[in-house]
């Protein structure tokens, strides 16, 4: 199984709203990404989690709050978000191995993405 | 952080070989190249990966110099499916590993 799965596909929220994205993967991988994506740029990474602990925050603003339960499940939670944070959300797993070379080796499997619409 | 520039965008034909090249000059000394495809509203998808030299799969091939600054993906007889934006992702050194895409190069395959 090589599927990551992400709920809802699409999000409509007021400014006042609090919800959450989920993210689920059985692939066994430990670390669990979250990207956001606006039309026709490329993908901005905001957070990383390796072995269910936030090891990368890309400057993200705290109404935005990432949470690992377990190995399998990644949330987002958003709360008093502002239009501008409208846009395709997308999540990633991958097993960091480590090449023949003695460097990074890792492939990143995404999700479908869930479409946030800020009102 | 290093960057890495591709092209903006690309016209092919169908049935036309295509390549996309992607510069890297900062990547980090070990660590490997990888391609993804993106078609509108999904998740990139994972096409191939590399160190040096080539590297070939079912989807594509991936050459790499010897100095390692830059990559070219190869995309064989390409077909109206091929349309997409193509990233490539090449680690800079000095530091953990963030994967930072680029601005990807937007494939659009004609008739």
């Known amino acids: 199984d090589t599927e990551v799965t992400q709920t809802p596909k699409h999000l409509v929220m007021g400014m006042t709203n609090k919800k959450s994205l989920k993210c689920e993967q059985h692939?066994?991988?430990?670390?669990m990404y979250w990207y956001k994506q606006k039309a026709k740029k490329p993908p901005e990474l905001m957070f990383v989690y390796s072995y269910e602990k936030l090891s990368i925050n890309e400057s993200v603003p705290s109404r935005f709050s990432p949470e690992c339960p377990n190995s399998s499940l990644l949330n987002l939670h958003l709360h008093a978000l502002q239009p501008e944070d409208s846009a395709l959300y997308l999540c990633?797993?991958?097993?960091?191995?480590?090449?023949?070379?003695?460097?990074?080796?890792?492939?990143?499997?995404f999700g479908p993405g869930t479409r946030l619409l800020v009102l | 952080l290093a960057k890495t520039t591709q092209p903006i965008s690309m016209d092919s034909y169908e049935g036309q070989e295509v390549n996309i090249t992607c510069s890297h000059n900062n990547i980090a000394t070990n660590d490997y190249i990888t391609w993804y495809q993106q078609f509108p509203s999904q998740g990139p998808r994972f096409i191939i990966q590399?160190?040096?030299t080539k590297v070939t799969n079912e989807v594509a091939s991936l050459f790499i110099p010897a100095d390692r600054k830059s990559s070219t993906l190869s995309l064989p007889r390409v077909s109206l499916s091929d349309t997409a934006v193509y990233y490539c992702?090449?680690?800079?050194?000095?530091?953990?590993?963030?994967?930072?895409f680029g601005r990807g190069t937007s494939l659009i395959v004609h008739p």
């Open positions: 590399g160190y040096k």
């Open positions: 692939m066994g991988h430990r670390a």
């Open positions: 990633a797993s991958s097993q960091a191995r480590t090449g023949t070379s003695g460097g990074h080796q890792e492939t990143q499997y």
């Open positions: 992702l090449a680690p800079p050194g000095g530091g953990s590993y963030i994967p930072t």
